[in-house]
């Protein structure tokens, strides 16, 4: 059986515009200017490489479609390229992109992640040696 293929950021939003009756200057005039007409056309055509999370959530008001879902979207292919960028065997990019795709389904780890991020080396450190010690204990 085929596997179905994930729509990228500009196919998502081409396709819930076009099922909402949206143009591009709705979209601009939903999001109160935060984000141009153009810019949207720009995002539908794949031709934004790296819009900002700000500019997807002005996306996300302006089709009306959730924050998080269209972050998570973006997010999917930004970390896909990244993925295929890595000088790594095939099993690795694997577990990468396994572990990514599980990753983006779920935004409460995403929100924490991001905050461990924010933490100095130490404090990362320790978080990782505690996150490995509950996986252990629960693996037994």
Known sequence: ????????????????MEE???SRRRVEESSEG???????????????????????KSLA??????????????HR???EQRTCALNADDWSRKKIAEITDWMLTRPDLIDSLM???????E????IIDVVKSIVNMLRR
Do not use: C, H, N, W
């Open 1 to 16: 059986m085929a596997k179905k293929q994930k729509e990228t950021l500009g196919q998502f939003v081409g396709r819930v």
């Open 34 to 56: 935060a984000i141009k007409a153009d810019y949207v056309g720009l995002i539908i055509s794949g031709e934004a490489k790296k819009p900002t999370d700000e500019k997807i």
């Open 61 to 74: 008001r302006g089709i009306g479609v959730d924050e998080k879902t269209l972050l998570r979207i973006a």
């Open 20 to 22: 909402k009756g949206l």
């Open 77 to 79: 292919k930004r970390v």
């Open 123 to 126: 404090e990362q450190r320790l």
């Open 115 to 121: 905050g461990l991020k924010e933490l100095g080396d």
